[in-house]
């Protein structure tokens, strides 16, 4: 079974300061990692994906195979980054026809002006 | 294009009610899915669809049905509703993934707010 571990439930950070926000995976095949986030009264949408291997507003996320992490990471945090984070996982499940995504329970990043 | 859409916003129910969430999409995505989201919990997979005519159960499938006739609509349906039904439900749509690809970037609806007393 594939499972999706963001241990932190809330993050506080002051403005300025560095983020990381924690994601460990549990598959036994590739995975593909992805990032979601969810503003304030905003719909759930993606902010990246490990094959991209992109930056988006700051935001890098590098997949580490050997101990299982895709932590998010932005050097200097900016008010308007509080949001709602959650780590995806795409794995073929077992017994399943196709891939599906498993979502970790989410991290409520604030950032303090 | 107004993406992914979801009606209604928020819902009460009473035991055993019945009530159909409505989910479409006007991007022309084959692949479908519906997400339920308890209070600090992950969004959990209930049904998807790769097209038209065909679904299949994901992570949480009981006390729910679908159907999808067409590539626009995939509607949730609740029979018997029940306490631990109160959740927010969340719709998405994806294209079909690329070669060597396991899954594409999934469109996210506004969420529905349901509540069973």
């Known amino acids: 079974a594939q499972r999706v571990t963001q241990p932190e439930k809330l993050l506080s950070v002051f403005k300025g300061a560095p983020v990381e926000l924690k994601c460990n995976y549990s598959?036994?095949?590739?995975?593909?990692l992805f990032w979601y986030v969810q503003y304030s009264r905003q719909r759930l949408q993606l902010l990246l994906r490990?094959?991209s291997r992109e930056s988006i507003k700051g935001f890098t996320a590098d997949l580490n195979k050997g101990e299982t992490s895709f932590h998010l990471k932005k050097p200097f945090a900016q008010e308007e980054d509080s949001a709602m984070y959650y780590c995806?996982?795409?794995?073929?499940?077992?017994?399943?026809?196709?891939?599906?995504?498993?979502f970790g329970k989410g991290t409520k990043l604030s950032v303090i002006p | 294009n107004a993406g992914v859409t979801q009606t209604p916003k928020f819902r009460i129910l009473k035991i055993g009610q019945s009530m159909t969430l409505q989910c479409a999409q006007d991007?022309?995505?084959?692949?479908m899915y519906w997400y339920r989201q308890d209070p600090g919990m992950g969004l959990k997979l209930i049904y998807y669809?790769?097209?038209?005519?065909?679904?299949d159960k994901g992570e949480v499938p009981n006390g729910y049905n679908v159907s999808r006739s067409t590539t626009e609509d995939f509607p949730l349906r609740l029979e018997l509703a029940a306490p631990s039904q109160t959740s927010v439900y969340f719709c998405a749509s994806s294209l079909d993934p690329g070669l060597g690809a396991s899954t594409d970037t999934q469109y996210f609806g506004p969420g529905t707010r349901l509540t069973v007393l």
């Open positions: 490990h094959i």
């Open positions: 991007m022309n995505h084959n692949y």
């Open positions: 995806a996982l795409s794995g073929r499940d077992s017994g399943a026809g196709s891939y599906q995504l498993t």
């Open positions: 598959y036994s095949g590739s995975p593909e």
């Open positions: 669809s790769v097209g038209a005519g065909i679904t």
